[in-house]
């Protein structure tokens, strides 16, 4: 697999506290700390690497206490960073959650400011490698303009992941650019205007968004699998078997899956299908990033779901 593939999005500090016991409010509570690197974009760019993909990220980051750690990471997987940007002024992003003992979140704070600092101004001095990449991957973490720009420039194949129900609409004006867009059953939501709930209306939903331009849809379904459409050919299926150790990452994994199966030019069930074993590696890993994930580790978990149908 020698086709380069950019990432353009956001790479995180995950802070995640567990408390031992049930929470108490407003009281300092006994747990384990947990940090790791993470964020839809990086947790993308790091799948794909694993499952034998050059990968180069574009990324805001700042020359904080975080940044030792962001690139030793880096480094031991293989992840090029030549082509992000840094700045002083800014932390670099953090997600921090607080869980429940039973792994639930309670509550989250996220700090994402230096996202802000990709304008288009400074994504431009990049456009030249990214049209050089047979496919560029964006997250919505990144500043509507910028995503705009980058539609108006890039004439490489984009593939989006909506992020958030929050983030989604700024996807909105580059929906008829996208080759593959990635959305939840909510995402969905705020893209086409009405509620996807059910199996009827997420194949309605996928209609349109087909309709706006977009060649191949993915909607994740929760607890209930998944859904993937291209063309006029259209499948569902349930989530593959896994251990469901943590959920954090699934869905990068779940996209980066996607993007092997279409890259490999598998058919659409079987596309679907090596989401979905993507995903089950995923939930059987308290990482947001399985490991274990390899080509072959996805095919043989391909070829054991098989065997159980």
């Known amino acids: 697999m020698q086709n380069q593939i950019a990432v353009v999005g ?13 929470l108490i409010e407003e009281d300092s509570n006994p747990g384990y700390v947990k940090t790791t690197l993470g964020g839809v974009g990086r947790n ?24 030792s750690q962001i690139q030793s990471r880096s480094v031991k997987i293989g992840l ?3 082509h992000s940007f840094y700045f002083d002024d800014v932390p670099n992003s953090v997600y921090l959650c607080i869980n429940h003992p039973n792994g639930d979140i309670a509550l989250a704070v996220s700090c994402m400011e230096i996202c802000e600092k990709l304008t288009p101004d400074v994504i431009a001095s990049q456009m030249d490698f990214l049209n050089s990449c047979p496919c560029v991957v964006l997250d919505a973490n990144l500043r509507a303009d ?32 996208l080759s593959f867009l990635k959305v939840n059953r909510a995402e969905a939501e705020v893209l086409v205007g009405f509620p996807v709930d059910d199996m009827e209306s997420v194949s309605k939903a996928s209609a349109q968004l087909h309709a706006m331009g977009i060649p191949v849809v993915a909607i994740t379904l929760g607890s209930s699998g998944a859904f993937l459409s291209v063309g006029s050919e259209a499948y569902a299926l349930p989530p593959m078997a896994h251990d469901g150790v943590n959920y954090s990452g699934c869905g ?15 058919s659409t069930l079987e596309t679907l299908r090596c989401g979905l074993a993507m995903a089950a590696l995923s939930a ?26």
């Open 10 to 22: 956001g790479c995180n500090i995950d802070i995640s506290a567990t408390s031992y016991t049930f």
């Open 44 to 67: 993308i760019a790091e799948n794909l690497l694993l499952l034998g993909y050059p990968v180069s990220m574009i990324t805001p980051l700042s020359r904080d206490s975080f940044l």
């Open 80 to 82: 090029d960073l030549s």
């Open 146 to 177: 910028t995503l705009a720009y980058i539609s108006d420039h890039c004439h490489s194949a984009l593939c989006a992941d909506a992020v958030s129900v929050k983030k989604a609409d700024r996807l909105r004006p580059i929906l008829h650019r």
């Open 252 to 266: 990068d994994a779940f996209f980066a899956g996607i993007l092997h199966g279409l890259t490999m030019q598998k």
């Open 284 to 309: 059987s890993s308290p990482c947001a990033v399985s490991p274990d994930v390899s080509s072959e580790a996805l095919e043989q978990i391909l070829s054991d779901s098989k065997e159980e149908e």
